[in-house]
């Protein structure tokens, strides 16, 4: 008959095993739950996206792009709106952002534009010409609340544009000429304006503002295509005509400047070479009348001398009196100094 000996030491060391394996399975577990608890606590939305926070059901805050001025802008169309009523906080700024874990729920949406095509529709002008047009319009979701409530998925707020966008577009164009629609810009861009301001209107408290709105592409019937290439060519022969006039406007005004200062330059040199010419007569009559008085004799015979030079050639006769100032001085001059 053998005999059970009990080993104290081995049992001792498997109770201590179980109870430090019993302690890291509680710190594992407690672990476990911390995690979960942060990453229920916190979460993070990116710089081209925004959130709704929503606790049981109900939209407790919303979490929108710096730039977002929404509210501010459209105050008057969203009064009375849950977003507007106080009891939603509006957070502007993405990042890390908190919230109560297990009890709210998040849903981000994107906050870049979005481009809206429509298909090829028939518009009328105000002449009734018909015109096929597309039209494109840039919008973005600015008040995810409101989307979510109102529209809910990209699909409904691509038909609610649909919708509203082709009536708008087809009424400004119908006020419109067929001339303005085709080639003046400008008034085809202020009718384009009102009409987005009329969607806006309609748009703003679902959450989504148009940003522009334009005509994408126009496609002429066969009917129109004639008389419309006519009426461009003759705006294109219009304003040729008009930029030829201009252009010979400023030569003739550039001609008539260069004419009028070289006139002023040379009535100028004129005026300068007379004071210049006057000056010089002024100094030589001072020379002659120095000259003159320092020797008033010879000054004369001198001048008479020159006076012949210049009025007799070489085969000149001269015939002159005694007494004659020309042949006077010279007379003298000879009789006075040939006899010592």
């Known amino acids: 008959m053998s005999e059970n000996v009990y080993d104290f030491e081995k049992e001792a060391r498997k109770r201590y095993i179980r109870e430090r394996s019993r ?135 691509e038909n609610q544009l649909d919708n509203l966008i082709h009536p708008v577009i087809v009424q400004a164009i119908n006020r419109l000429a067929a001339e303005d629609f085709v080639s003046n810009k400008d008034a085809l861009n202020a009718a384009l304006a009102q009409g987005l301001k009329t969607i806006n209107h309609d748009m703003a408290p679902r959450g989504i503002e148009i940003k522009d709105i334009q005509v994408h592409r126009t496609i002429l019937p066969t009917a129109n295509i004639e008389s419309t290439y006519s009426r461009m060519r003759a705006d294109r022969t219009k304003v040729a005509q008009q930029l030829r006039s201009e252009g010979e406007e400023s030569y003739l005004k550039a001609v008539a400047n260069a004419d009028l200062e070289a006139r002023r330059i040379e009535a100028e040199a004129v005026s300068d070479a007379g004071t210049i010419r006057g000056e010089g007569d002024a100094e030589a009559l001072e020379i002659y009348a120095n000259a003159y008085s320092a020797d008033a004799d010879f000054y004369a015979y001198w001048r008479s001398l020159q006076a012949l030079e210049k009025t007799m050639n070489q085969n000149s006769t001269l015939i002159l009196n005694s007494t004659h100032p020309l042949w006077k001085d010279l007379l003298n001059y000879a009789t006075t100094y040939s006899n010592p």
């Open 23 to 157: 302690k890291w399975i509680l710190i594992g577990g407690i672990a476990l739950i911390a995690l979960i608890l942060l990453s229920e606590s916190f979460f993070i939305v990116g710089e081209a996206e925004q959130a709704v926070v929503s606790r049981f059901g109900v939209i407790r805050r919303i979490i929108l792009n710096t730039s977002n001025n929404f509210h501010q802008d459209y105050a008057e169309l969203l009064e009375g709106e849950i977003t507007t009523s106080g009891d939603v906080k509006l957070v502007k700024g993405g990042g890390l952002q908190l919230k109560m874990p297990f009890l709210d729920t998040v849903e981000k949406y994107p906050s870049r534009m979005y481009t809206y095509v429509s298909d090829s529709e028939v518009v009328n002008t105000a002449e009734k010409k018909q015109y096929y047009i597309k039209t494109y319009a840039q919008w973005s979701i600015e008040d995810p609340a409101l989307f979510s409530l109102k529209l809910g998925t990209m699909t409904t707020a």
